[in-house]
T-cell receptor
Framework: DAKTTQPNSMESNEEEPVHLPCNHS???????IHWYRQLPSQGPEYVIH???SNVNNRMASLAIAEDRKSSTLILHRATLRDAAVYYC???????????FGQGTRLTINP | DAGVTQSPTHLIKTRGQQVTLRCSPK?????VSWYQQALGQGPQFIFQ???????QRGNFPDRFSGHQFPNYSSELNVNALLLGDSALYLC??????????????FGQGTRLTVV
């Protein structure tokens, strides 16, 4: 399974931007990069995904490095409700599963 | 749209017993995947069902089995329960014709405790 590396934890302040990094040096050309988050006592929730180009949606932005070996999830203005574990996942072409790592536990300070 | 619904929300079983967990996918979704999440860990893929057949399986023993019904709902069965099977069991639904270039929707999970 393709591997991703994320920091175990990060901390930020409310209403400030948050940049969550992910390394995926073994990514192949057809692997998609997905981000999910898991709030306390809930199932994971889709955040965003991309292949090569940067992506924006109502929740976040995804910045993908030119060589695709790393990506960054950007929360533009963090709120207390963004406190969660964030998972960066590679979706291998032909695979039917999400392979979760340990994720990054994001703490937001008021 | 109710999203993905799982039942029951909590369950306590004794070692050696059998358990059945249920999942109804998001409306319009035809594919159901099951994950096991131990405390403090990320979810681990158990298997995926499409067209009432198991498409792919993770590294779980045969004690874990599943079923998908014609209405796309699914069951996860675990036989001969072990203490180590205590975990949050998550169901996720998606559309097979979108592959994984799309999002999966997860339910709230079933918290299974084996004593």
């Amino acid at each position: 399974d393709a591997k991703t590396t994320q920091p175990n934890s990060m901390e930020s302040n409310e209403e400030e931007p948050v940049h969550l990094p992910c390394n995926h040096s073994t990514i192949s050309g057809t692997d998609y990069i997905h981000w999910y988050r898991q709030l306390p006592s809930q199932g994971p929730e889709y955040v965003i995904h991309g292949l090569t180009s940067n992506v924006n949606n109502r929740m976040a932005s995804l910045a993908i490095a030119e060589d695709r070996k790393s990506s960054t999830l950007i929360l533009h203005r963090a709120t207390l409700r963004d406190a969660a574990v964030y998972y960066c996942i590679l979706i291998i072409q032909g695979a039917q599963k999400l392979v979760f790592g340990q994720g990054t536990r994001l703490t937001i300070n008021p | 749209d109710a999203g993905v619904t799982q039942s029951p929300t909590h369950l306590i079983k004794t070692r050696g017993q059998q358990v059945t967990l249920r999942c109804s996918p998001k409306s319009g979704h035809d594919t159901v995947s099951w994950y096991q999440q131990a405390l403090g860990q990320g979810p681990q893929f158990i298997f995926q069902y499409y067209e009432e057949e198991e498409r792919q399986r993770g590294n779980f023993p045969d004690r874990f089995s599943g079923h998908q019904f014609p209405n796309y709902s699914s069951e996860l069965n675990v036989n001969a329960l072990l203490l180590g099977d205590s975990a949050l069991y998550l169901c996720a639904s998606s559309l097979v014709d979108r592959g994984l270039n799309t999002e999966a929707f997860f339910g709230q999970g079933t918290r299974l405790t084996v004593v």
